[in-house]
T-cell receptor, first 112, second 112 residues
C-alpha cells in the first residue's frame, strides 16, 4: 500500500548549523503534508504544513520544501538549537477521512 | 489550557483485563483519532471519528473498540488486553481532515 517514509533514522548536527530532514512519499494523490516534532515523553506537535499547490513554505526558523515530481519533501531548520532535539515526523493526508499517515521519524541530535 | 486531554498517563494491565482510555478536547473540533506508537515506528491509526455520532476503523483496529460519547469525548476500549497491545496511545483532534492535528500527551500502556 501507499506509505510515507524517511531517508535517515538519525541525524546529528552541530549546534548553530542548519538541519535538513528528508521525507519521501508514494501516494501521488496526497495533497497536504505536515511536519511534526515529538519530544521525549510528549505527543507530536505541529510545526509546519504545506499543500500540494505550493513548493515552499516558511515559518519561524523552519522551511518546508515540496517536490511533487519526485514525491519528496524536506524540513529545514535554521541555526539549530538544543531545544530542537526531538524526533521529526512527516505525515500526509491522502484524501480520505481516515487521518494522517505518518513516517517512522528522524531523530535529530544536536551536538554542542 | 486548551487542547487534548488524555487519561490515564500510565497503566499496567494483566493479560485479559479490560480498560478504557479517555480523551477529551475543548477546541470544538469535529474529528477525533486514536493512534498507537510502537518503538521506532510512526503512529498508526486505530480508529477515527469524523464527526459526532460516527466512528470508523483505521489501519490497526483489531482488539479495540471506540465510543464517540459527544463532540468533546472519544474513548478507546480494550476488552481483553494482550501483550501485543503494549504501546503508547495518542488521541488527536482536528477541525477537519485538511487541518493540522492537535495531539494529547499520550497514555503509556503495558500489558504483562
Amino acid at each position: 500500500g501507499e506509505s510515507v517514509g524517511l531517508h535517515l533514522p538519525t541525524l546529528s548536527v552541530q549546534e548553530g548549523d542548519n538541519s535538513i530532514i528528508n521525507c519521501a512519499y508514494s501516494n501521488s494523490a496526497s495533497d497536504y503534508f505536515i511536519w511534526y516534532k515529538q519530544e521525549s515523553g510528549k505527543g507530536p506537535q505541529f510545526i509546519i504544513d504545506i499543500r500540494s499547490n505550493m513548493d515552499k513554505r516558511q515559518g519561524q526558523r523552519v522551511t518546508v520544501l515540496l517536490n511533487k515530481t519526485v514525491k519528496h519533501l524536506s524540513l529545514q531548520i535554521a541555526a539549530t538549537q538544543p531545544g530542537d532535539s526531538a524526533v521529526y515526523f512527516c505525515a500526509e493526508n491522502g484524501g480520505g477521512a481516515d487521518g494522517l499517515t505518518f513516517g517512522k521519524g528522524t531523530h535529530l541530535i544536536i551536538q554542542p | 489550557n486548551a487542547g487534548v486531554t488524555q487519561t490515564p498517563k500510565f497503566q499496567v494491565l494483566k493479560t485479559g483485563q479490560s480498560m478504557t482510555l479517555q480523551c477529551a478536547q475543548d477546541m470544538n473540533h469535529n474529528s477525533m483519532y486514536w493512534y498507537r506508537q510502537d518503538p521506532g515506528m510512526g503512529l498508526r491509526l486505530i480508529y477515527y471519528s469524523a464527526s459526532e455520532g460516527t466512528t470508523d476503523k483505521g489501519e490497526v483496529p483489531n482488539g479495540y473498540n471506540v465510543s464517540r460519547l459527544n463532540k468533546r469525548e472519544f474513548s478507546l476500549r480494550l476488552e481483553s488486553a494482550a501483550p501485543s497491545q503494549t504501546s503508547v496511545y495518542f488521541c488527536a483532534s482536528s477541525t477537519d481532515r485538511v487541518g493540522g492535528y492537535t495531539f494529547g500527551s499520550g497514555t503509556r500502556l503495558t500489558v504483562v
